[in-house]
């Protein structure tokens, strides 16, 4: 099948890499938990993805830039086309999230993924196709209608933060699962040499972690700086954390700042994959 589209009215997005199609079903998995439907707004370079939880405490956001995908220069090549012919800035398909993660996460190995958004049509369409044909290698060619609804994109200033930290996601997903027994609420207490984490109000007992300053990957903070923020971790840990994604997170934190957690998806691209959860307000 051709998927040589460079002037004409529909955007192929091509994924040959087993470990991406992963990461691709797990963005659209954590997205999944936020929100029914997922907005892809096709940009001049690159995908962008956002969704708030029904609560309004987390902002979940995505920047797939085209250099992430397999057929770089012809997706380039078809929205500079696109968006010169119709004078657009951006395109946005909008499409159930549950329906979508069930078909990329069905994905095996020996499989391609191609993503098929067309400006004329109401639906897209998503190809998973074999590298090799055989008669036990059967392709499959699904089509999603599109969803009509608004969608307003939040913009998020850049921020300076009081407090940066990188960690093996292994490590944080095991304090944090394990803390989840004891409380739904998470506290970071933390100055220039150390952090400690802790569960609180929980009523089946406490756990406490103290990390060295020098035992992170990477540990800044304001120069006599501290913090002490707490933070809903069932938040956390349903809409935020996954292990499925890169083997290092980072956390940046500040007094008036939701809390920012970054996956870089790529060291090759800007790639990356961000959430933003509010801060819990202290009982005095």
């Known amino acids: 099948m051709s998927h040589n589209n460079s002037e004409s009215n529909t955007i192929i997005f091509k994924?040959?890499?087993?470990?991406?199609?992963?990461?691709?079903?797990?963005?659209i998995q954590l997205f999944k938990a936020c929100s029914e439907t997922t907005a892809m707004v096709i940009m001049t370079n690159h995908i962008h993805i956002q969704v708030?939880?029904?609560?309004?405490?987390c902002l979940c956001e995505c920047r797939l830039f085209f250099d992430w995908f397999d057929n770089t220069d012809e997706v380039k090549k078809t929205v500079q086309y696109l968006f010169s012919k119709n004078n657009?800035?951006?395109?946005?398909?909008?499409?159930s999230s549950g329906i979508f993660h069930t078909i990329i996460n069905s994905i095996g190995?020996?499989?391609?993924?191609?993503?098929?958004?067309?400006?004329?049509?109401?639906s897209f369409k998503i190809n998973i196709e074999y590298n090799t044909t055989n008669k036990d290698n059967i392709n499959k060619y699904y089509?999603?209608?599109?969803?009509?609804?608004?969608?307003?994109?939040?913009?998020i200033p850049d921020t300076e933060y009081n407090l940066d930290f990188v960690i093996g996601i292994k490590t944080i997903y095991d304090i944090f699962s394990q803390m989840m027994i004891f409380s739904n609420t998470i506290?970071?207490?933390?100055?220039?040499?150390?952090?400690?984490?802790s569960s609180t109000d929980g009523t089946n007992g406490e756990m406490k972690v103290n990390i060295n300053a020098y035992d992170f990957e990477e540990?800044?903070?304001?120069?006599?700086?501290?913090?002490?923020?707490?933070?809903?971790?069932?938040?956390?840990?349903?809409?935020?954390?996954?292990?499925?994604?890169?083997?290092?997170?980072?956390?940046?934190?500040?007094?008036?700042?939701?809390?920012k957690i970054i996956y870089q998806l790529d060291?090759?691209?800007?790639?990356?994959?961000?959430?933003?959860?509010a801060a819990k307000m202290k009982e005095e």
């Open 219 to 259: 540990f800044s903070i304001d120069e006599g700086g501290m913090l002490d923020l707490e933070f809903s971790l069932t938040h956390l840990m349903k809409y935020c954390l996954t292990t499925k994604l890169v083997s290092q997170i980072k956390f940046c934190m500040s007094v008036d700042e939701p809390m």
């Open 109 to 122: 190995d020996q499989q391609i993924l191609f993503m098929e958004f067309n400006t004329d049509d109401d």
């Open 88 to 95: 657009n800035k951006s395109i946005t398909f909008i499409f």
């Open 143 to 155: 089509s999603l209608p599109l969803i009509e609804q608004e969608q307003e994109m939040m913009k």
């Open 267 to 277: 060291e090759s691209s800007d790639s990356v994959i961000q959430f933003f959860i």
């Open 15 to 27: 994924l040959n890499n087993k470990f991406k199609i992963t990461q691709f079903a797990t963005i």
């Open 52 to 57: 708030m939880d029904k609560s309004h405490v």
């Open 187 to 197: 506290r970071f207490v933390c100055d220039e040499n150390n952090m400690c984490i």
